[in-house]
C-alpha cells in the first residue's frame, strides 16, 4: 500500500535490519578512526585508502579472480595494506606534504580504476556499488567475519595505545577501511569517518566518542527510512542524514554546553 508517496511495504526488517547492522559495524571502528584521522590532520587518507582496496576489488571481479570468495578478500586487503605502508613509509620521509601525497595516492587509485573497467561492459556497474555501496544487499553472513575483524580492532585500538602510532595505525586503518568499503562503499566510508569526528571536535575523548556514535546511528537508521519508503539509492540518502544529524546534534550539544558555561559562571560569580 502507498500512502501519501511513502512505499510503507518496503520497510522489510529482513533486509533494513542488517543492512543497519552494517552500518552500527562501520561506525564502530570509523568513529574513533575518525578522530585520530582529524587529529593528525590527514582527512582524505580515508578515501585513498578505500580507492586503493577498491582498485583490488574492481581487478578482482574484471577478472574472476574468485569473486566475491577468498581471492576478492585477497585482493582488496592486500591492495589496501600495500597503500597503508606506503602511506606510513611517506609520512615518514615527508611529513609536511603528506596530506598531497595522500591527495595523489587517492586520484592515482581512482585513475588506475577508470582505465581498469574503460572496456569493461559492467565497468560503470561496479564503479557505482564502489562508490555508492549497496548496504540493503548485505545479508547476515556477511557481518559475521567483520564483526569478528572489528572487535580484535577495538580491541587493539582501546587496549593498546601504541597501535595508534607509526605503521600501527596504518595497517588498522587499512584493514578496518578495506572492510568497511565491501559493505557500505567509498561514499559512506568517507561520511562515517569525517562526520561524526567534525561535528565533535570540541569535545574530550569519551563525550566525543559518545555524541560521533549517536550522529551516526541517527543518520544510518534515518537514511535507510528514506531509502526505503521513498525508493532513493541508500548510499547518498545516509551520507545527507548522517551530514545533518551532525548539524543538528552538533548544534544542540554546543547549545547546552554554553548553558552550562553560563550557569557556572554564574553560580561562581555569586
Given at each position: 500500500?502507498?500512502?501519501?508517496?511513502?512505499?510503507?511495504?518496503?520497510?522489510?526488517?529482513?533486509?533494513?535490519a542488517?543492512?543497519?547492522?552494517?552500518?552500527?559495524?562501520?561506525?564502530s571502528?570509523?568513529?574513533?578512526?575518525g578522530?585520530?584521522?582529524?587529529?593528525?590532520?590527514?582527512?582524505?587518507i580515508?578515501?585513498?585508502?578505500a580507492?586503493?582496496?577498491?582498485?583490488?576489488m574492481?581487478?578482482a571481479?574484471?577478472?574472476?579472480?574468485?569473486?566475491?570468495g577468498?581471492?576478492?578478500?585477497?585482493?582488496?586487503?592486500?591492495?589496501?595494506?600495500?597503500?597503508?605502508?606506503v602511506?606510513?613509509?611517506?609520512?615518514?620521509?615527508?611529513?609536511?606534504?603528506?596530506?598531497a601525497?595522500?591527495?595523489?595516492?587517492?586520484?592515482l587509485?581512482?585513475?588506475?580504476?577508470?582505465?581498469?573497467?574503460?572496456?569493461?561492459?559492467?565497468?560503470?556497474?561496479?564503479?557505482?556499488d564502489?562508490?555508492?555501496?549497496?548496504?540493503?544487499?548485505?545479508?547476515?553472513?556477511?557481518?559475521?567475519?567483520?564483526?569478528?575483524?572489528?572487535?580484535?580492532?577495538?580491541?587493539?585500538?582501546?587496549?593498546f595505545p601504541?597501535i595508534?602510532?607509526?605503521?600501527?595505525?596504518?595497517?588498522?586503518?587499512?584493514?578496518?577501511?578495506?572492510?568497511?568499503?565491501?559493505?557500505?562503499g567509498?561514499?559512506?566510508?568517507?561520511?562515517?569517518?569525517?562526520?561524526?569526528?567534525?561535528?565533535?571536535r570540541h569535545?574530550?575523548?569519551?563525550?566525543?566518542l559518545?555524541?560521533?556514535?549517536?550522529i551516526?546511528?541517527l543518520g544510518?537508521?534515518l537514511?535507510l527510512?528514506?531509502s526505503?519508503l521513498?525508493?532513493?539509492?541508500?548510499?547518498?540518502?545516509?551520507?545527507?542524514?548522517v551530514?545533518?544529524?551532525?548539524?543538528?546534534?552538533?548544534?544542540?550539544?554546543s547549545?547546552?554546553?554554553?548553558q552550562?558555561?553560563t550557569?557556572?559562571?554564574?553560580?561562581?560569580?555569586?
Amino acid at each position: 500500500m502507498n500512502t501519501a508517496g511513502f512505499d510503507w511495504q518496503a520497510l522489510d526488517p529482513a533486509i533494513l535490519a542488517p543492512a543497519f547492522c552494517a552500518g552500527l559495524l562501520v561506525l564502530s571502528t570509523h568513529v574513533p578512526l575518525g578522530r585520530e584521522v582529524l587529529r593528525r590532520g590527514i582527512i582524505f587518507i580515508d578515501l585513498a585508502i578505500a580507492q586503493i582496496a577498491g582498485l583490488g576489488m574492481l581487478a578482482a571481479q574484471i577478472y574472476h579472480w574468485d569473486p566475491g570468495g577468498w581471492g576478492l578478500q585477497i585482493a582488496a586487503t592486500g591492495s589496501a595494506l600495500l597503500g597503508a605502508l606506503v602511506l606510513g613509509w611517506l609520512d615518514t620521509r615527508w611529513p609536511r606534504i603528506q596530506e598531497a601525497l595522500i591527495g595523489i595516492a587517492f586520484v592515482l587509485a581512482a585513475s588506475a580504476s577508470l582505465l581498469l573497467i574503460a572496456h569493461n561492459p559492467h565497468g560503470g556497474e561496479h564503479m557505482r556499488d564502489l562508490l555508492s555501496g549497496q548496504i540493503l544487499w548485505v545479508d547476515w553472513q556477511q557481518l559475521y567475519p567483520v564483526t569478528a575483524l572489528y572487535a580484535l580492532l577495538l580491541a587493539l585500538w582501546f587496549g593498546f595505545p601504541r597501535i595508534r602510532r607509526g605503521a600501527g595505525f596504518y595497517l588498522v586503518f587499512a584493514l578496518a577501511i578495506t572492510a568497511s568499503v565491501q559493505l557500505v562503499g567509498v561514499y559512506l566510508v568517507f561520511t562515517s569517518l569525517v562526520v561524526p569526528a567534525l561535528a565533535t571536535r570540541h569535545w574530550n575523548r569519551w563525550r566525543g566518542l559518545g555524541l560521533g556514535w549517536t550522529i551516526g546511528i541517527l543518520g544510518y537508521a534515518l537514511g535507510l527510512l528514506l531509502s526505503a519508503l521513498f525508493d532513493l539509492p541508500s548510499g547518498p540518502a545516509i551520507v545527507w542524514s548522517v551530514a545533518v544529524s551532525a548539524l543538528v546534534i552538533g548544534r544542540l550539544a554546543s547549545f547546552k554546553k554554553r548553558q552550562a558555561l553560563t550557569v557556572l559562571g554564574e553560580e561562581s560569580a555569586e
